[in-house]
């Protein structure tokens, strides 16, 4: 069964802005922590940004004062907005959610953004 899904990725030229969402299912709602994890061809999966159930945010250092992670506990929903793209954040976007020391992720949307 799918208990995350991704929506919102596409093509975007440099400068430009899109806007990640994941819904989680029931079975897994209100995760302690949810985020947004990427990987780019021949490169390993990284962590993008994270918030926790109270609302607690952390960033990697590359998208700092760029993306903008944000849930809606009540829709058991999670976003990533994405401003000012640059061509490194080409990649497929993966969900997650953490609850009771469980992991899930999502299936991935893809990220193209171009020069």
């Known amino acids: 069964q799918v208990q995350l899904v991704e929506s919102g990725g596409g093509l975007v030229q440099a400068g430009g802005s899109l806007r990640l969402s994941c819904v989680a299912s029931v079975s897994i709602f209100s995760p302690d922590t949810m985020g947004w994890h990427r990987q780019a061809p021949g490169k390993q999966r990284e962590l993008v940004a994270g918030?926790?159930?109270?609302?607690?945010?952390n960033y990697a250092d590359s998208v700092k004062g760029r993306f903008t992670i944000s849930r809606d506990n009540a829709k058991n929903m999670v976003y990533l907005q994405m401003n000012s793209l640059k061509p490194e954040d080409t990649a497929i976007y993966y969900c997650s959610a953490e609850r009771n020391e469980n992991q899930y992720w999502g299936q991935g949307t893809q990220v193209t953004v171009s020069s």
């Open positions: 918030i926790t159930r109270g609302g607690s945010r």
